[in-house]
């Protein structure tokens, strides 16, 4: 019986794609993301990233302090409608001080959109976003961006994504000049050039105009004779160097399929979700403490990747967002939450579109929803049926590499104080310490990237009315204990250097300020096993 109704959703789920948007900052990887939107008719003119203080903001950034500098800082989720695929995109922070949380995000999709600024290549922080997409072997489709401008050669991107990422790379199509002499793009497939023209920003695409590249006469009539030569020399060299296109090889994350365009000026971005579609699959299975968990073989399932507080300042509420990875959630229907071991109804379940909500009665695997917490739920944690316990892989905290002490300016204030820096903790952009031996009284917040202490401070100040001030510690190295059950923590014999402090969980971790330290602490207890990350 239970097989005839799992059978009744599998077309919702196999028509679910859901990716994460990853790249550099500035690549486009934001307006990329919004014209996904304006061909899926969720929006009908798209906003300026960067535009003054009185421009329309990107759809996507919706955090106060994200408006003012024009980067995003948190992840959103996005889902429409386009061609009969329901779409997921989360769309991730490109700045590396806010890598953490894309990170996670990455856990929650089946595979990811790599924006590359034509003109740069390759930069630090894709080189360190692909390397997490490795680790998943997650499918990556590669997006050229700003073809409106001046750009590098274009063997010498393709050989930069493939000798920087090591990966195969597969033009599925090829551009004509760059900057003012961009001209369109060359369809590999269908033997056609689309020609370019700058359309309105906001706007979908005008009707494009194909000439099948036999016709000689008239592709020299549109690009000229010299980018006709030029074209046509590439092809020659194109066919006979690239990779041939392999879609297992796509899937498995060993090739990537690369399209060029101008997210800015529309040209490109629907050529792009129209192969990217063909070529993605359906939503991914997971691993489970019981096996592997298809998303269509077993009822409700999910696992919470990223916890936001004060997403609506009316409301001053938490939502838990969570990745559903398997069967169909129903707003009525009760669900185990497996670290609580608490059954419950999901309270005010939702799809969030930037910081407009919808209150959902039914969602299904491949899905992204968020749920009301009411400071329940942690990153990592697992949600299934209650007749089911099972737990998904947990996601890694990273180690932070820059700490700082936490006073607030006000002492009357501790209890906003305290609240406020646990919630934001809580969401996984800081992570908060304490004398491994004391009270609350001394808090140490460590981060991946420095930016993260102005949004503590910001969000502290808006949101709670609490002032702080930090004060810069030296230590670079964070340790987890992994064998903490088996070592008396008081009896370590450590550096000078070494510093015991305890995370919200009570679990004990040493800090030092170099790498030295670490070695040494570890040559001094034998026995002891200390780790970079610590697995929720």
């Known amino acids: 019986m239970e097989e005839i109704t799992l059978s009744n959703y599998t077309e919702e789920i196999n028509r679910r794609r859901t990716f994460a948007i990853i790249s550099h900052p500035d690549a486009g990887k934001t307006t990329l993301t919004e014209k996904f939107l304006l061909y899926g008719g969720a929006i009908n003119l798209a906003g300026s990233v960067k535009g003054k203080a009185t421009a329309r903001h990107a759809v996507s950034d919706w955090m106060e302090i994200e408006k003012q500098r024009g980067i ?19 769309d991730t922070p490109g ?37 997490v997409c490795v680790m998943r072997k997650i499918p990556i489709f590669t997006f050229i961006n700003k073809l409106d401008r001046d750009a590098n050669d274009t063997f010498e991107l393709l050989d930069d994504i493939e000798k920087e990422l090591g990966i195969a ?28 023209s700058d359309t309105e920003k906001g706007t979908k695409e005008g009707t494009a105009t194909e000439i099948p590249v036999e016709d000689e006469a008239a592709l020299r009539q549109v690009i000229g004779d010299e980018a006709a030569d030029k074209l046509l020399e590439e092809i020659e060299l194109l066919d006979g160097a690239s990779a041939e296109f392999d879609l297992d090889a796509v899937r498995s994350g060993d090739l990537t399929p690369v399209c060029f365009g101008s997210a800015l000026t529309n040209f490109g971005v629907e050529i792009f979700l129209q192969h990217f579609l063909k070529m993605t699959t359906t939503p991914l299975s997971r691993k489970a403490d019981i096996g592997i968990i298809e998303p269509t073989e077993k009822e409700f399932s999910a696992f919470v990747f990223k916890i936001q507080a004060n997403m609506n300042k009316a409301h001053r509420d938490r939502i838990a967002f969570m990745r559903i990875c398997s069967g169909k959630f129903d707003a009525q229907m009760e669900v185990r939450h497996v670290q609580g071991n608490k059954v419950m109804r999901l309270s005010q379940p939702q799809q969030i579109m930037a910081d407009e909500r919808k209150i959902l009665s039914e969602a299904y695997a491949g899905d992204i929803i968020g749920v009301f917490d009411p400071g329940i739920f942690s990153i990592g944690d697992t949600l299934c049926m209650p007749k089911d316990k099972f737990q998904y892989e947990g996601i890694p905290t990273f180690a932070p590499e820059h700490f700082a002490r936490v006073r607030q300016v006000d002492t009357m204030k501790r209890k906003q104080f305290v609240k406020g820096i646990e919630q934001i903790a809580q969401e996984g952009a800081i992570q908060i310490f304490q004398e491994f031996n004391s009270g609350l009284e001394e808090i140490i917040v460590g981060v991946v990237g420095v930016l993260q202490f102005d949004v503590l401070k910001y969000r502290l100040e808006n949101e709670y009315n609490v002032e702080i001030r930090l004060e810069n510690l030296p230590y670079e190295h964070i340790r987890w204990i992994e064998n903490k059950d088996e070592v008396d923590i008081a009896k370590l014999v450590g550096t000078s250097d070494m510093k015991k402090v305890k995370d919200m969980k009570g679990n004990p971790l040493l800090l030092f300020i170099n790498s030295w330290s670490v070695g040494m602490t570890l040559d001094r207890n034998k026995g002891l096993i200390l780790s970079e990350f610590s697995r929720n």
């Open 169 to 196: 790379t597969c033009p599925i199509n090829w551009p004509i000049g760059s900057g003012k002499g961009f001209k369109g793009v060359y369809d590999r497939e269908k033997k056609c050039i689309i020609a370019y």
């Open 72 to 90: 995003s800082v948190t992840s959103s989720v996005l889902q429409f409608e386009y061609d009969g695929y329901c779409i997921n995109i989360l």
């Open 95 to 131: 700045h590396q001080d806010f890598s953490e949380d894309t990170y996670r995000t990455l856990m929650a999709a089946d595979s990811a959109v790599m924006v590359i600024d034509a003109s740069k290549g390759v930069e630090a922080q894709t080189r360190k976003l692909f390397k």
